[in-house]
């Protein structure tokens, strides 16, 4: 008997037993009342791998009279669409076909035009996958023709039945009864990182490897440890996952939660991406600190440059400095609506000559010497005098306005007073 790998030996056969998407496939589930009408229409499935996109294809398959034709983007060409379209309408596809197609985001835009014509007249009932945001990854006019349905990742706690299941069909393979230690399923649930495939993956090879005592196979939470480790990440620096995990992080800095900023931090560590966390932390400090704690930006630099002297592990602890100073630092977003505002009137075209008072002298051309009338500072008490700075066609613009924070408070009635305004 040929091998069978207990990923597709423990596949669901209805949508009863597909693992999590509840909300789309729950008893009032848009997506379950789709598939029990029979009345299939273009879909594309979005979401993590492992996630039962494939699966819920196959059940689709299985109520409709249509052949089904499988092709992966990562390989097929159009010359593999041609094929399938000239079977419609002979003997072997009367009614048109079902093409599944992972991994759609592969196909060009040439090849995903390809299936238009047969989307619309009904004759290819499209079914697509995609690991990536589809309304990046597909085509506008494909994208269009079809209904997306989100397929999320999956908890440790949904993952539980099928890993005994998986469990099961392992002892009845190898003859015996399956003895696993206290924490061994929990922990191939939350290391497969809500994907069913990883997990069943574990379980075969754990079980296999499993040594025997008095006809009991015995799986140990160590041997499970090592057979499941990191498997829980879910990244990919051009998917959704890195942007998604970056984001969260700036806003976590943002929203003044350490706990939920840390998270963030290990995930991409975990991934051995520091640089993307560096990024961020460096941004927050000037776009969401700011004036508040200019400090923050010299700190922040500093654990900065210590993690890239010392390297993974160790740089794990100024990036987790850094990160705490931010979330727990005063906030302030002045600076970064001051610069956004002056950038708007100039790219908006006000800009207007600049005053005399300010300009260079030194560059006036022989003979063209004028007067300037620059008013040193300097000389003048508080080391300030009044002068025009703007452009006249720009004066009395204001793009800085005090944070609310007691450090640009404390400057705002530093200068009221020296500027004598109310």
């Given at each position: 008997m040929a091998y069978r790998p207990l990923a597709d030996e423990i596949r669901p056969q209805s949508l009863d037993e597909v693992v999590g998407q509840s909300h789309i496939l729950g008893k009032d589930g848009l997506l379950r009342r789709i598939v029990e009408?029979?009345?299939?229409?273009?879909?594309?499935?979005?979401?993590?791998?492992?996630?039962?996109?494939?699966?819920?294809?196959?059940?689709?398959?299985?109520?409709?009279?249509?052949?089904?034709h499988r092709l992966n983007a990562t390989t097929a060409s159009i010359s593999d669409i041609k094929d399938i379209m000239a079977d419609i309408g002979t003997l072997l596809a009367p009614e048109g076909v079902l093409l599944y197609l992972d991994e759609i985001q592969y196909f060009n835009k040439?090849?995903?035009?390809?299936?238009?014509?047969?989307?619309?007249?009904?004759?290819?009932?499209?079914?697509?996958?995609?690991?990536?945001?589809?309304?990046?990854?597909?085509?506008?006019?494909?994208?269009?023709?079809?209904?997306?349905?989100?397929?999320?990742?999956?908890?440790?706690?949904?993952?539980?039945?099928?890993?005994?299941?998986?469990?099961?069909?392992?002892?009845?393979?190898?003859?015996?009864?399956?003895?696993?230690?206290?924490?061994?399923?929990?922990?191939?649930?939350?290391a497969c990182g809500g994907d069913v495939r990883k997990a069943m993956n574990a379980i075969e090879l754990l079980l296999n490897a499993a040594r025997r005592e008095q006809g009991k196979i015995l799986v140990?939470?160590?041997?499970?440890?090592?057979?499941?480790?990191?498997?829980?990440?879910?990244?990919?620096?051009?998917?959704?996952?890195?942007?998604?995990?970056?984001s969260a992080l700036m806003k976590s800095l943002r929203g003044s939660d350490p706990d939920a900023a840390l998270h963030y931090l290990a995930r991409l560590l975990e991934a051995g991406d520091m640089i993307t966390a560096i990024r961020r932390i460096l941004c927050s400090a000037s776009e969401d600190i700011g004036m508040a704690y200019p400090m923050a930006v010299p700190i922040v630099k500093a654990c900065v440059d210590n993690a890239l002297q010392l390297g993974l592990p160790e740089a794990r602890l100024p990036l987790a400095e850094a990160v705490?100073?931010?979330?727990?630092?005063?906030?302030?977003?002045?600076?970064?609506?001051?610069?956004?505002?002056?950038?708007?009137?100039?790219?908006?075209?006000?800009?207007?000559?600049?005053?005399?008072?300010?300009?260079?002298?030194h560059a006036d051309s022989a003979g063209m010497e004028r007067e300037q009338g620059y008013k040193y500072p300097h000389s003048y008490p508080h080391h300030w005098v009044e002068q025009q700075y703007l452009p006249y066609d720009l004066a009395g613009a204001a793009y800085y306005q005090y944070g609310d924070n007691k450090t640009e408070q404390a400057a705002k009635r530093y200068w009221d007073e020296i500027k004598k305004k109310p």
């Open positions: 009408g029979g009345n299939i229409p273009n879909l594309i499935f979005y979401g993590p791998s492992g996630t039962g996109k494939t699966t819920v294809a196959n059940i689709i398959a299985q109520r409709t009279n249509r052949p089904l040439k090849q995903q035009q390809s299936l238009l014509e047969f989307m619309e007249d009904g004759r290819i009932t499209l079914i697509a996958s995609t690991t990536e945001n589809p309304f990046f990854a597909v085509f506008g006019a494909v994208l269009s023709r079809a209904t997306v349905f989100e397929f999320k990742q999956i908890t440790a706690q949904e993952v539980l039945p099928a890993i005994d299941r998986g469990i099961a069909i392992m002892g009845e393979r190898l003859g015996g009864q399956v003895v696993c230690e206290d924490g061994v399923r929990e922990h191939i649930a939350s140990t939470l160590d041997d499970a440890q090592t057979a499941a480790q990191k498997s829980a990440m879910r990244y990919d620096r051009e998917g959704d996952a890195h942007f998604d995990i970056a705490i100073l931010l979330a727990t630092a005063p906030k302030s977003n002045s600076a970064c609506m001051a610069i956004d505002r002056a950038m708007a009137d100039v790219r908006s075209g006000k800009v207007g000559d600049i005053p005399r008072e300010l300009q260079n002298v």
